[in-house]
C-alpha cells in the first residue's frame, strides 16, 4: 500500500514514535479516532488521517481535547476499538470527563494517548500525565522506544477490553518525534460488533448518577484494580535483569530506560547493576518491585518528568524493604525535577553515585569554541503572515493614547503568541515598579500575558471588572482557539458586560501544529470543501452590538477598526481576516509580481523591519533595508509601512 503505516505484516520501516502509536491502533482493528491538534501529538491524527480512505476505521479533527475524549467515549460505549489523542496542556481540557469515565469504564476498547513535553520543548509547561493515569485510576503505559510505542498502542486495545477500563499511553516528545526501527505485525481485519446496553453489566453502565450511584460505581472500579495490578505484575513490558551479588538498582520507566542503560554501558557496570525495567507502570507491579528490593542496599529510580514511579516505589519500599535507600528526584535527589533527561545527564548522575572519575568532556569546549559561528535566532512569525499587519495596525492604534499609558494586551496559543516572545529583548528587565508602559519595537514584544488556550479574554475580563485604569485592556485570539476554548469566555463577558476589546486573528487553519483544518477553514483535511463557520454571526448571536470585519492587509482599515473598538464603551470585537500564506502558496501559484526595495529612497529608518517579517532585511553597512524575494509573499504589509514609499511591486 501506498500509506506508510499500511504496509504488511513484516515489513520493518523507520518510524516517528508517533506514526509507530498510529500504526499500533491500525494493527489493533481502531474503529475510530479523534483528537485536537497539539504539538508533540499532532502526527497521530495525520498519519491516520492518510491511512483512513485505504482502511475502515473514522479520523476527525475535534473542536477541542474534550469533545474528542468523549466522541471516543460514545464510540466505545457501542462496542467499538476508540483511540484520542493530545498533547500534556490538552489532557487538562479533558479532564472532567476524563475523571469521571472510568466510574463504570467502557465496552470497545479505548486508548488515551497524551504526549508530554519535558523541557517545554512546544509547550507553556512540563507537566507530567501519568499523575492524571494514577489519578483517575486507570491502566498506563509508558513505552521506552518506537517498536514498544507501537506494541503497547496495539495491547492497549486488548487491555482495555478485558479490564473495562480506558488505558493511558504516555509518551514524551523524544519518543513521539525520533524516529525508529519498527518490524510491523498482522493487522487485525474484523472489526467489533456495534450494540448498545443501557444495563451492561452493571445497571445503568453509562449514568455515573444512575442506580446504584457514584460511589458505588467507584467502588466497582477499586474491585477492577487488584485485576489489573495483577496483569501488570505479568506484562511483558516489565523486565528484571539482576546480577548475582548487586548491592545497588536502578529502576527506569519509559524512555529513560534507554538512558539508564546507555549510561552503564559507558561506565561498564552493566553486569553488576541490578536492573528493572518499568513498561506498565500504573498499577504498579508490586510483586515485581517487592522482589526486585532482595538483597539490594540502595535503588536509583531514573524516569522522565515527576517522580511519579518513584512515589509509588517509595510508599511501597516503607512496607517491604524500609532499610533500602532510594534516590531519585524527591528525597536523595540525585536528579533535577525539572528539564528532560538524556544519556550524558544519567551518566553523570550514576558516577557521582559510584565514586567514579568521568574522563574529561570536551563537548562544551567544543560549544563555546562554535557558539561565535551560530546566529542566535528564535522562532518567527512567517513572511507575509496576516499577523504581522493585525499586531502592525493594533500599535498603531494604541499610539493614539498618551505615552504613559500602560495597555495590557492578553495573549492565547497559537503563532500569534510569538507576539509576546520578546526575540529582541536583553538584560535583565526585571521591574519593581507597580505600573509601567513599555513600547514595543517589534511585534514580538506586543503580547502582555500568555498562558493556554482561551486564558487571555477571561483575564482580560477579570482586569477590566476589577476596575483597571491605567490603559486599555485587549485580548487576542485566533480562530481555532475561538472554537476550542473561547466561545464559553466570550458568552462571559457579553453576560458580565466587560469594556474590552478583542482582536480574532483569522488566518482560516490551525496553523502552530501544522495547518490543521478546522471549521472556519472551508476545507475538510482531505481537501474537500464546506461551508465556513461564519465568526461574525457567531459573535453577533452572542450579543456583542460592536463587531467589524476588516481585512489584515489593509493597514489603514484595520488601524481604524481597532481604534474604534478601543473607544467603545463594552465589549467591542475586531476579526482581522488574513488566510495564512503558506497554504495560499500551497494551493495558488506565487503571483507574478514582486517586492523590492529602491535603495536610493530609503532613508535607512528601518520602519518596515520593525513589521517583523523575515523576509524584510538591513544592511548595516549600508544602512538600508532589503528584501529576500525566496521567502517574500509579495502581501504588499511593508509597503503601508514604509513612510517613504521606497518599497516598490512590480511585474515580473
Known amino acids: 500500500m501506498s500509506v506508510k503505516i499500511l504496509q504488511e505484516a513484516g515489513k520493518r520501516d523507520l518510524l516517528m514514535g508517533n506514526e509507530a502509536i498510529a500504526r499500533g491502533a491500525v494493527e489493533a482493528g481502531v474503529q475510530l479516532m479523534a483528537a485536537y491538534p497539539g504539538t508533540p501529538s499532532s502526527e497521530i491524527g495525520e498519519v491516520l488521517f492518510e491511512a483512513a480512505p485505504e482502511s475502515d476505521f473514522y479520523v476527525e479533527w475535534s473542536v477541542n481535547e474534550k469533545v474528542a475524549f468523549e466522541v471516543a467515549a460514545g464510540a466505545s460505549f457501542v462496542g467499538a476499538r476508540t483511540m484520542v489523542a493530545m498533547k500534556n496542556a490538552g489532557l487538562n481540557v479533558a479532564m472532567d470527563t476524563f475523571m469521571t469515565l472510568p466510574y463504570g469504564g467502557i ?63 504516555r509518551s514524551v516528545s523524544r519518543i513521539s518525534h525520533a524516529s525508529g526501527d519498527v518490524l510491523f505485525d498482522q493487522c487485525e481485519k474484523t472489526r467489533n460488533n456495534l450494540a448498545f446496553n443501557k444495563h451492561y453489566k452493571l445497571p445503568y453502565r453509562w449514568n455515573v448518577y444512575g442506580p ?97 514511579v518513584e512515589n509509588m516505589v517509595r510508599s511501597l519500599a516503607k512496607e517491604v524493604a524500609p532499610l533500602v535507600k532510594i534516590s531519585g528526584k524527591s ?24 565514586g567514579m572519575e568521568l574522563a574529561a568532556d570536551d563537548k562544551e569546549k567544543v560549544r563555546e569554541e562554535k557558539a561565535s ?54 538584560g535583565n528587565l526585571a521591574s ?5 508602559a513599555f513600547k514595543p519595537d517589534s511585534p514580538y514584544d506586543m503580547l502582555d500575558t500568555i498562558y493556554v488556550m ?55 487553519w490551525t496553523c502552530m501544529t501544522g495547518h490543521q483544518p478546522n471549521p472556519n477553514t472551508g476545507y475538510d483535511v482531505y481537501g474537500d470543501e464546506y461551508p465556513r463557520a461564519d465568526i461574525p454571526s457567531i459573535v453577533q448571536a452572542m450579543g456583542i452590538k460592536s463587531v467589524r470585519t476588516v481585512d489584515a492587509y489593509d493597514q489603514e482599515e484595520a488601524e481604524e477598526a481597532i481604534s474604534e473598538a478601543l473607544d467603545y464603551e463594552g465589549p467591542a ?5 488574513g488566510e495564512c500564506q503558506l497554504q495560499k502558496q500551497r494551493r495558488v501559484k506565487k503571483s507574478l509580481a514582486k517586492t523590492y526595495i529602491s535603495v536610493n529612497e530609503c532613508d535607512g529608518c528601518k520602519s518596515c523591519v520593525q513589521l517583523g517579517c523575515p523576509a524584510i532585511m538591513f544592511d548595516i553597512t549600508e544602512k538600508k533595508s532589503r528584501i529576500d524575494n525566496v521567502l517574500c509573499v509579495d502581501c504588499g504589509l511593508c509597503m503601508q509601512n514604509c513612510p517613504n514609499d521606497a518599497i516598490k511591486m512590480r511585474r515580473r
Open 107 to 169: 465496552k470497545g476498547g479505548m486508548v488515551v494517548v497524551v504526549a508530554d513535553d519535558p523541557d517545554a520543548h512546544y509547550s507553556s509547561n512540563e507537566q507530567d500525565t501519568r499523575f492524571a493515569a494514577s489519578y483517575a485510576e486507570i491502566p498506563c503505559f509508558e513505552p521506552e522506544n518506537q517498536q514498544e510505542a507501537k506494541d503497547m498502542a496495539r495491547e492497549a486495545f486488548t487491555l482495555s477490553e478485558e479490564v473495562g477500563l480506558p488505558v493511558f499511553l
Open 454 to 508: 482561551g486564558s487571555g479574554i477571561s483575564m482580560a475580563h477579570g482586569q477590566n471588572k476589577v476596575g483597571y485604569k491605567d490603559g486599555k485592556v485587549v485580548a487576542v485570539c485566533g480562530d481555532s482557539t475561538l472554537f476550542h476554548g473561547i466561545l464559553p469566555a466570550l458568552m462571559n463577558i457579553v453576560y458580565n458586560q466587560s469594556d474590552i476589546t478583542f482582536l480574532i486573528l483569522d488566518n482560516r
Open 573 to 577: 470585537v475586531v476579526i482581522l481576516e
Open 432 to 436: 519593581d515598579a507597580d505600573s509601567m
Open 212 to 308: 446504584p450511584g457514584a460511589i458505588s460505581k467507584h467502588a466497582w472500579l477499586h474491585d477492577v484494580l487488584p485485576q489489573v495490578q495483577s496483569l501488570a505484575n505479568k506484562s511483558p513490558y516489565n523486565s528484571t535483569l539482576k546480577p548475582e551479588g548487586a548491592k545497588t538498582g536502578i529502576i527506569a520507566s519509559g524512555l529513560a530506560a534507554a538512558y539508564a542503560r546507555e549510561a552503564l554501558s559507558r561506565l561498564g557496570l552493566s553486569d553488576e547493576v541490578a536492573f528493572l525495567k518499568l513498561g506498565f507502570i500504573y498499577p504498579l507491579p508490586d510483586e515485581l518491585v517487592s522482589s526486585f528490593f532482595d538483597g539490594l542496599d540502595q535503588v536509583i529510580m531514573i524516569e522522565e518528568g515527576d517522580p511519579v
Open 373 to 426: 559561528l551560530v546566529v542566535p535566532r528564535s522562532s518567527t512569525l512567517c513572511a507575509g503572515c496576516s499577523h504581522l499587519g493585525s499586531y502592525a495596525a493594533l500599535k498603531k492604534a494604541l499610539q493614539r493614547y498618551p505615552e504613559d499609558e500602560v495597555h495590557i494586551i492578553n495573549g492565547d496559543i497559537g503563532c500569534y503568541e510569538q507576539a509576546g516572545y520578546g526575540i529582541f529583548a536583553s
Open 331 to 354: 528525597y536523595n535527589p540525585i536528579f533535577n525535577p525539572y528539564g528532560e533527561l538524556n544519556t550524558d545527564i544519567v551518566t553523570d548522575a550514576l558516577a557521582d553515585v559510584f
